[in-house]
């Protein structure tokens, strides 16, 4: 299988890169800024691009013809808890996190439409956060807000891309342990990734379009 990875130097996007590799898949592994994680990886199966998700500039590097898996993972949380509150989001967080979370994953899948392999499979990597049903604190306006845009795309992807046998699926990675939670995380990447590709292999018993955490369990939104 050939897979595609956003965001793919550090986090749940590295333990994607892991896992697939692991399971003897080519990996096509996107980064921003530095290589990371990628850099200490020997694989032959591993092809590395350079991709800023925030900008329509194409990615740097070498495309696979067919993409059987995409995970759009990157993602930015934006300001800290205090800097998304009523009192003190601005109108630049919200747009700049926007324009990652939700904007960033269409980009990249107009990019990429004319590769996607017959029955390939988009996974949208968003968050319980962006859930409305979910949301019992209130607060974290720029990062609620555009994963809420994102599981929105993500259901247009998937009505628009059934005709061509590609299946659309939004994710909730659980509450890990990375630089996005400063660890504080409930768990750690390698049980996230595990439960999220196990649910990325059954994709096909999801109605495309539907939003799943990481234990396999459909998220309302
Ligand atoms: N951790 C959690 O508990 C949690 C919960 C729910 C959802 N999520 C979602 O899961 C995904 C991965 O999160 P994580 O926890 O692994 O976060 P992370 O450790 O902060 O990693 C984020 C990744 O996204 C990349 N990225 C950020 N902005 C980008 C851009 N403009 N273009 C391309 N790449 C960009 C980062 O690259 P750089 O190194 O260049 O910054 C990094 O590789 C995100 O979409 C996040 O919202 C995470």
Redesign the pocket.
Known sequence: MKVFI?????????GFVRHYLAEGHDVWA?????L?ELAGIDSEHLHTLY????TDLKPQGELPEKIDLLIN?????GPGKDGQSLENVTAEAMLEVFN??CI?PLRVVKCLRRRFADTAVIAN?????GSSADNSSGGTYA?RAA?AGLTIVSKSMAMDLSVENIHVITL?????E????NQT?LID?ETSVKGMTRVIAGADRYESGSFIAFDGKLVPY
């Open positions: 956003t965001g793919a130097n550090r986090g749940i996007g590295a996107c980064y921003r800024s530095d990371g991709w800023n998700v925030a993972n990157a993602g930015i949380y990652v979370d960033g990597v968003s968050s319980k956060m990062y994963k909730h990675p659980g509450w890990v990375t630089d996005m939670t995380g990447v």
